[in-house]
T-cell receptor, first 113, second 113 residues
C-alpha cells in the first residue's frame, strides 16, 4: 500500500511569514495526526483528527497554528505568522481507527530565519 | 514527553553485540507500548509493539519486554548490525480512550562495525 505522503519536503521562510504543509494519509485510515519534532527531541502531538473532526487540539498553539482535514482525507497544517522557534520537522501520521499502530510520513523540515 | 523517560540517550555497541533501551512511563492505565525507529531524514517507523496483557514479544532479532507493575518496558536488539544504527523512540499510549502516543526523547544507537 502507498504510504503517508507529505509535501513539501523542505521549506525555508522568514519569521512572520506564513507557511502551509499538506498530508495525504493511507487510504482508509480514519485517524490522522500532526506532530512537531524539534531537532534532538521526540515528536510532540499537535492535533488529532478522526475523519474530518478534531479529536484533540489541546497542544496546538491556536494563535498561530491552524489545521483542517477536508472530506476526512487530506489535511493541511498552517502557521501564520511563523516564529524562529517553529523551526522543526512536521510529521503527519495516520492509523486505522481501531488499531494502535501509526504510519508516519517522511515529514516537512521547516526552517524559520 | 515529561511522563515518558527513555534511557540511555546514546548507546554505542560493537557489531554483533546486544543493545537494550529502557522506557519508563507514569500512567498505570497505559495499555499499548510501541517502539519506533527513525533513520535520518525519515519519519519514525514502528518496529515492534506490545499490549498490556503480554509480558514479552519477539520478532527475529528484536524483542520488547513489559513490566506493568514497575511501569517500564524495554527494547532488546540482539546480534546488532550497522543498519540498526538509528534513533529509537518509545511511545506508550498514556491512559485509555485515546489513540495518542507520547514519545520519549529518543536513544541514538550507533553500531560500530
Amino acid at each position: 500500500e502507498a504510504g503517508v505522503a507529505q509535501s513539501p519536503r523542505y521549506k525555508i521562510i522568514e519569521k512572520r511569514q506564513s507557511v502551509a504543509f499538506w498530508c495525504n494519509p493511507i487510504s482508509g485510515h480514519a485517524t490522522l495526526y500532526w506532530y512537531q519534532q524539534i531537532l534532538g527531541q521526540g515528536p510532540k502531538l499537535l492535533i488529532q483528527f478522526q475523519n474530518n473532526g478534531v479529536v484533540d487540539d489541546s497542544q496546538l498553539p491556536k494563535d498561530r497554528f491552524s489545521a483542517e482535514r477536508l472530506k476526512g482525507v487530506d489535511s493541511t497544517l498552517k502557521i501564520q505568522p511563523a516564529k524562529l522557534e517553529d523551526s522543526a520537522v512536521y510529521l503527519c501520521a495516520s492509523s486505522v481507527g481501531e488499531t494502535l499502530g501509526y504510519t508516519f510520513g517522511s515529514g516537512t523540515r521547516l526552517t524559520v530565519v | 514527553g515529561e511522563n515518558v523517560e527513555q534511557h540511555p540517550s546514546t548507546l554505542s555497541v560493537q557489531e554483533g553485540d546486544s543493545a537494550v533501551i529502557k522506557c519508563t512511563y507514569s500512567d498505570s492505565a497505559s495499555n499499548y507500548f510501541p517502539w519506533y525507529k527513525q533513520e535520518l531524514g525519515k519519519g519514525p517507523q514502528l518496529i515492534i509493539d506490545i499490549r498490556s496483557n503480554v509480558g514479552e514479544k519477539k520478532d527475529q532479532r528484536i524483542a520488547v519486554t513489559l513490566n506493568k507493575t514497575a511501569k517500564h518496558f524495554s527494547l532488546h536488539i540482539t546480534e546488532t548490525q550497522p543498519e540498526d544504527s538509528a534513533v529509537y523512540f518509545c511511545a506508550p499510549r498514556l491512559g485509555a480512550g485515546s489513540y495518542q502516543l507520547t514519545f520519549g526523547k529518543g536513544t541514538k544507537l550507533s553500531v560500530i562495525p
